[in-house]
């Protein structure tokens, strides 16, 4: 099993910032893609932003330009930069750990979530 666990969440004013976290129980490298997804109340789970364990990174077009989403190998741990935050952006965020052909580990792995809200 592999855990992750998520930090940072809170309530930000609009225009303004917040630092995801996630921490991962195993080394990143054995992780094939780390993601955030969000979901909203009453809206489906959707993804936010990817990278991979070579570095490359992804973003739906409502976060691009003001999310940035990068790792370090030494913390196993990934972090989610959100700028110019908008009252839309309010969601629980999950992070989650895609494993693959791995001899161990293989698996899709979630963490609780942490609520990001964003006040007008």
């Known amino acids: 099993q592999v855990q992750v666990v998520e930090s940072g969440g809170g309530l930000v004013q609009d225009g303004g910032s917040l630092r995801l976290s996630c921490a991962a129980s195993?080394?990143?490298?054995?992780?094939?893609?780390m993601n955030w997804y969000r979901q909203a109340p009453g809206k489906q789970r959707e993804l936010v932003a990817t990278?991979?364990?070579?570095?490359?990174?992804n973003y739906a077009n409502s976060v691009k330009g003001r999310f940035t989403i990068s790792r370090d190998n030494a913390k196993n741990s990934v972090y989610l930069q959100m700028n110019t935050l908008k009252p839309e952006d309010t969601a629980v965020y999950y992070c989650?750990?895609?494993?693959?052909?791995?001899?161990?580990?293989?698996?899709?792995?979630w963490g609780q979530g942490t609520q990001v809200t964003v006040s007008s």
């Open positions: 989650n750990a895609d494993v693959r052909a791995d001899y161990r580990y293989t698996g899709n792995y």
């Open positions: 990278i991979t364990n070579g570095g490359s990174t």
């Open positions: 195993i080394s990143i490298f054995r992780i094939n893609t």
